[in-house]
């Protein structure tokens, strides 16, 4: 494994922590606060339901790898505290995301949410890159599903 080259077996395994660790924190609101869409009128672009499931467990899986490669780099610097930042910011928003759409029910305010995010999301990738340049790539999907994410929001508030 290329990113792990040349590490110990305890990077290994925290590595691995972390993808799994940000895999439960990013689903548990799906769990806690439902993903119903039956109330939801859908644009003609709305991708089939297996589709969240399966792009949310490999976007999380990604950031928990860039989140591990910053790590890597030392908490003792600036730029990795800054870059750790700027996860839990972009994390508090996507968490906080569907409790207010699906939850309340309110796509209005999700919109809001989701497009915070999406400005929380490009500071991350802008703060991963002053720490690694392949965790900044890694989050390239991210931005872009929540780019089509949010324009989604905006076709279900404004149906």
Same mark, same amino acid.
């Given at each position: 494994m290329a990113l792990l080259q040349g590490r110990s077996r305890r990077d290994l395994l925290l590595a691995v922590g972390m993808v799994l660790g940000v895999n439960l924190v990013g689903a548990a609101p799906a769990f806690l606060f439902g993903a119903e869409t039956d109330w939801i009128e859908r644009p003609w672009?709305?991708?089939?339901? #297996?589709?969240?499931?399966?792009?949310w467990t490999l976007l999380f899986? &990604? /950031?928990? #790898?860039? &989140?591990? /490669? $910053?790590?890597?780099?030392?908490l003792d610097r600036r730029p990795v505290r800054v870059a750790? *930042? *700027?996860?839990? $910011?972009? /994390?508090f928003l996507n968490l &906080?995301?569907?409790? $207010?759409?699906?939850?309340l029910q309110r796509p209005g &305010?999700? /919109? *809001?949410? #989701?497009l915070a995010l999406w400005v929380a999301i490009v500071g991350m990738i802008a703060a991963f890159d002053r720490v690694d340049r392949r965790a900044a790539a890694l989050q390239i999907p991210y931005l872009l599903w929540?780019?089509? *994410?949010? $324009?989604l929001n905006y076709a279900i508030y404004t149906g």
């Open positions: 672009f709305y991708p089939p339901e #297996i589709a969240f499931p399966v792009v899986t &990604l /950031l928990g #790898i860039s &989140l591990f /490669l $910053v790590w890597r780099q030392g750790f *930042a *700027a996860f839990g $910011v972009q /994390l &906080l995301w569907t409790p $207010v759409f699906f939850g &305010l999700g /919109l *809001a949410v #989701i929540v780019s089509f *994410a949010s $324009v």
